[in-house]
């Protein structure tokens, strides 16, 4: 039986000096706090957001993750983990717990927490850094941590299999559709950031082409040249990603090879649907594996050499706290403060897809119960806290420049004077001039109409940068930057079409036998092919969509990551009751009613509202009287039957994620009940105790 | 000094990037499957990239 852990109050163990100490961080934190919500100059210095962060994630960390770990879940460093007793060398490997920490952060931390933020921007800097430090802290990092606990006390088992496990077959079928479905949308929105990145752009055409010959290079490297030398290929491969990126000022330079990779964005769509294909049913060795070794790599250096910069620096933040777009006549996307900030930064502060990683790999490699804390808890810190850089990074540009950026054409006007005149007219003062003089400094021929977070992302970031080497080197930090976006966002792309796949081949397998059969090559293609095809179609529509398309998918993924969270907050809830720890309920009950209370008033909002910017019934039915009273303009005329099928299409989408949520949350509603009344049901399937043999215990 | 602390940088990106993977199933075969045909580091690289890829690794 289970050793009894001693109950403590997380505050027992504290000594005066340190009582002292966590004061001082208590009122740093709160002066940090009350300065960035208070603060109405002109500018803000950024390191206020980082004390602010700092402290409370210190906070957060010390104290609320150890109440968890020792009042709630009560880890228990006695009880062998299933990297000690089910070791193969392989999967399940007792890891060092600081590697396993790095490796989950490379898993978790994506393009997510950097887009997500800078779009939020729009609303100014202060509601999405207090909804990224508050929401991790409470939502989040608790969601990470208890996933990861279940998963460790269950062999390592999926958040599918867990759901269906603990509440019912129900709960298995929604995770997993709910993880179809978000890839798919994931990789169409993340597809056009890259789309709207590259287009016109052959400096970042090219540099982003050239990361696929040098992942091959890589993978050929790793199997035929120099088997299994991991290291050499990657550092091979960070060396020719850099020249690629310095070559491709060259190229910029030279008009011949300037053609070659100059591409409007509906090319480039089919480009990147192509290339999607190609890298779904090539060996993993080819692609796959070399570009993960290569995105892990960069991904860690660049935040980590941004956060120094950042530090070093403390750039001026030159956001207002709050705009007047609060009130949901925001360029960049529509819809009120509420709840719009919170669907938009979904990675960063609560993303319901780490409930994969968190019940995947990870807990496969704990050497030691008691590390759950400071892998899923503290790794989950780390990504809140890439999510206020990349927000810091976006509002350090002048607004007027940030917003030139982020308007799609459809809203600002898609001349460059008509863009500036209705930019400044909101009171965002900004110049043609001021523009240009941008772009030549970051390489590109416009900047203007840049939808989708990556390129303003990468212009403050590129200025921080150039603080430190100069401005000459602009124009590469720019590409560099932008090319570490594309780098992940492109894995992101292959990796999650797979996982579409496996599940597709699993489902379509109940009807015909031989698609199910996972390395059967004919079925590899058909499903690869329907995946594709899929997230595709939302790709090419769209770069064809006025609006940029970033607008109305962009709100559709952070609802999808949501309701996925609240999935994994429902298993969690529902394991908690289970364990007769229903006192503590609140941990994981609180995050899932605001999630419920966020996704369904926003999906709510993107079905019935009025307003045809927030409403995709409402855009719908707009576009056809005015089809019908033919008052488009020509080329929007032709798009309009598209555009109407495709709000058609979102709605459906939405209203499905919000029931798939909505009847898990009484499918587990019910188990709860049921369990406290004492009836029977499903048991707790947590693998019996068993005690470490390693020395830690 | 400086020697060791590079030594122990590049131990800990060797591990951290994967590179290390061999010598660690080595070590776990030493222990559990001597008996059985210890697969080269080729070998052992091919197996491990396709089952470790095909399955959900990464985030958003």
Redesign the interface.
Known sequence: MSVPVPKTSVFSALRWPAVVGWLAVSVVGAGALGAIALNRGETINSAWFVVAAACVYAIGFRFYSLFIATRVLLLDSTRATPAERL????DF?PT?RW?VF??HFA??????PLIGPTLAAQFGYLPGTLWIVLGGVLGGCVQDFIILFCSLRRDGR?LGQMAREEIGPLGGFAAMLG?VLISLI?IAV?GLVVVNAMKHSPWATFTVAATIPIALLMGIY??NLR?????EA?TLGVVLLLLAVTGGGYVEGIPALRNVFDYDAPTLALFVIAYGFCAAVV???LL??PR??LS??MK?GTILALAVAILLLNPLIKMPALTQFIDGTGPIFSGKLFPFVFITI??GAI?G??A??SS??TPKLLTNEADARMVGYGAMVVESFVAVMAMIAATVLDPGVYFAINSPAGIVGAEAAQAVATISSWGFPVSVAQMSALARDMGEATLFARTGGAPSLAVGMASIFAQITGPGLLAVWYHFAIMFEAL?IL??LD??T??AR?IAQDFLGNFIPALGR?SWYPSVLITSALVVGAWGYFLYQGTQDPLGGINSMWPLFGIA?QMLAAIALCVATTVLVKSDRARYVWVTAVPLAWLLLITTTAALHKLFNPLPKIGFLAHASDLSAKLAAHTLPTPLATLAPRMIFNDRLNSGLTLLFMVLAWVLVCDMVWVCVRHLRGQAGRPLAEVAYVRTALTHG | MWHLLWNRFKQILRVLNGDDAYARYLAHWRILHAEEPLPSRAEFFRRETERRWNGIRRCC
């Not at chain 1, 088997?227 to 290291?231: C, M």
């Open positions: 070791n193969d060398g392989r490997v060092n590697i790095g490796h898993a978790i931390a994506g393009p997510g999926s993880v994931l993340l790793m199997r088997p299994g030398r991991v290291l990657t060996p993993v060795w796959l594996a993960d070794y892990t790599f860690i979904a990675c993303s897809f780490h994969m990683i995947g790999t992940f894995t992101t990796a999650g797979r996982v496996f996972t990551n």
